[in-house]
């Protein structure tokens, strides 16, 4: 059917769910694809989620008071610079829609995460894409050559996402002096707890010095709520209040605030999972690169693998192992830490892929 819209939502690439776990004959099959955290929730989170039941009829909390009150505590920062949202992928939205329409432009790093293109593109806003240096770190030179007197935002994700590569503190804070103080620079963190990166810039020491700087976090990835879908931004108290506007009202449910402040209660719980994912990266990594793979050192859950033609051809021997990875066409894979079985498969297929030379 032909019906009158906006027709730059015609460009807007779909975005691509990592795929399930592929059902292969006689293996057990992992699903390595959308970073996620492999543990199931812990049972005090469980148990809160469970005593939230007989609330569902109830609308949620708007301000999501309980979650910004112990979340101001715990990060140290007023009520009134936080704001939640259903997903760091929320929150990103309100601070593109506040601040970029049409004519307007927005930085980011590419390759990077998937969701940037569509939400700056649905808020009317230009893409400016700089593309990464050839090791898959950001190029921050390029960045600031590519600001205008149109920039409205200018993003940086740190761990990228796909490459897990970290933005070290003196790179961050080059590109914050080059950047206008009336232009907001956003750090999407949604990885940070594993960036064990000595040199990585901190978004929270940034944002308490620049007046500039607006933090996104998740609580989909080191605390496993994924699949509840809760995030918040850290920013200027003024910058917070307009993104409150134009939030989708009651986005963030009842169960995933309550799952929220549970996960909270038990961060040590969660850090020591953390702490896990870390050593078995590391342990893989180490692995990889002694099978003669070149990857960058990931600082997030996952690592990439960059081949270029082959990809589509490697990808399949992923699949035939009862692994789902995800694969960009003719770039490359990136894959998620996943529990200790299918870190050893990731390792099998990938040794296999070095002896039949695809490793680069
Ligand atoms: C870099 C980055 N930012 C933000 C998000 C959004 O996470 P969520 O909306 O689940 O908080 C993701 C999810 O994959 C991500 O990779």
């Known amino acids: ?68 009150s112990r979340l101001s505590k715990e990060i ?61 770190t950001h190029d921050i030179d390029a960045m600031i050559a590519a600001l205008s007197d149109r920039t409205r935002l200018v993003v940086v994700n740190n761990p990228n996402n796909p490459t897990s590569t970290s933005v070290s503190d003196a790179q961050a804070r080059k590109l914050l002096a080059a950047v206008p103080s009336d232009v907001i620079v956003l750090f999407d963190e949604a990885y940070f707890q594993f960036n064990t990166d000595t040199d990585t810039s901190v978004a929270m020491d940034l944002f308490r010095e620049f007046p500039n700087v607006v933090v996104a976090h998740t609580f989909s990835k080191a605390y496993g709520l994924a699949g509840l879908r809760i995030g918040y931004a850290v920013g200027p ?31 040590d719980e969660l850090d020591s999972r953390v702490q896990n994912i870390v050593s078995e990266r590391d342990r893989v990594v180490t692995a990889l690169r002694k099978q003669g793979w070149k990857i960058p050192q990931p600082q997030a859950n996952f690592f990439w693998i960059s081949l270029g033609e082959k990809t589509a051809t490697a990808a399949q021997r992923f699949v035939e192992a009862g692994l789902s990875v995800r694969v960009f066409d003719r770039e490359g894979i990136r894959i998620s830490m996943g529990e200790s079985e299918a870190n050893d498969v990731v390792l099998q297929v990938c040794k296999s892929l070095a002896d039949d030379g695809f490793a680069s």
């Open 76 to 136: 140290d920062v007023a009520p009134e610079n936080i704001q939640l949202g259903c997903g760091s992928t929320e929150v990103i939205t309100q601070l593109v829609n506040l601040l970029a329409g049409p004519g307007d432009e927005v930085v980011y790093p590419w390759r990077s995460f998937e969701a940037y293109p569509i939400i700056v593109t649905g808020a009317g806003a230009t893409s400016v894409q700089v593309p990464l240096t050839p090791e898959g």
């Open 237 to 267: 108290a003024d910058v917070i209040v307009a993104m409150r506007k134009v939030s989708l009202p009651f986005a963030v449910s009842n169960m995933a605030q309550i799952a929220a402040v549970a996960s909270l209660d038990a961060y």
């Open 1 to 68: 059917m032909t019906f009158k819209h906006r027709p730059e939502i015609d460009t807007i690439p779909a975005y691509k769910q990592g795929k399930p776990a592929p059902s292969a004959p006689g293996v057990r099959n992992f699903k390595l694809s959308s970073n996620e955290n492999p543990y199931q929730p812990l049972d005090s989170v469980k148990d809160a989620i469970e005593g939230s039941l007989d609330r569902i009829n109830r609308y949620p909390d708007m301000s999501g008071w309980n979650v910004v």
